[in-house]
């Protein structure tokens, strides 16, 4: 199964619990939450506030991938305001081994997530410690940009090296081609925010990315 993770980015702020409903019944399986601090990327975007309140109307998991600087320093605070995944990025960490353990610390899945330039080797050492590996598809920061193929070609390196169990995740430029790409190289779980929010029928949209 594909496991489809909306990214919230792309719903309207001003009606949130209304958007976060509507995939919900839609049937997406994770909620995608984008936290960006305007340093690692070039935008700023939640924090732990909202996604508490998140949390208390939200009936699926919160995806919550982590776009700062020093994310050790906040894996409690997201952990504690209700993450069920958090995922941080390999070029923010000074010690991945460390972050990886103190994610794990609060009984919640570790993953970790690669930029386009960064090589996929870099991921190589930690596999059997995560639960799930990001590839970036797109420059992380903005919605709505173009899928980078070749970034997509990470995959299947991932998928060679990796234990069964981990979930391999893309996210950047996500509709029903650029899906269908990723899960035939062996991704098993899939960001999308404007393919999702802008579609005529979000039920609908979800499917095709199955």
């Not at 070609?153 to 990796?162: D, H, Q, R, V, Y």
Request: proline share 6%; with cysteine; aromatic share 8%.
């Amino acid at each position: 199964m594909v496991i489809i993770s909306p990214s919230i980015l792309s719903a309207d702020f001003a009606n949130l619990e209304r958007d976060i409903k509507l995939v919900e019944k839609a049937g997406a399986n994770w909620l995608h939450i984008d936290v960006m601090d305007g340093h690692f990327v070039p935008n700023i975007t939640i924090g732990v506030p909202v996604t508490s309140s998140i949390k208390k109307i939200a009936s699926i998991p919160l995806d919550v991938h982590l776009m700062i600087e020093n994310p050790e320093k906040y894996v409690e605070p997201f952990a504690k305001a209700g993450a069920d995944i958090l995922t941080f990025h390999y070029e923010a960490a000074k010690d991945v081994t460390e972050i990886i353990k103190l994610i794990k610390s609060f009984n919640i899945k570790a993953g970790m997530s690669i930029k386009p330039k960064t090589p996929v080797d870099v991921v190589f050492p930690y596999l059997n410690d995560l639960d799930l590996v990001l590839v970036m598809t797109v420059e992380p920061g903005f919605g709505g940009q173009k899928f980078m193929a070749d970034c997509a070609e990470k995959i299947p390196f991932i998928k060679k090296n990796a234990p069964e169990s981990l979930i391999i995740q893309v996210d950047g430029g996500i509709n029903a081609e650029t899906a269908r790409i990723c899960t035939s190289y062996g991704a098993n779980s899939l960001v999308a925010g404007n393919y999702i929010y802008k579609s005529n029928d979000i039920s609908l949209a979800i499917k095709s990315l199955r």
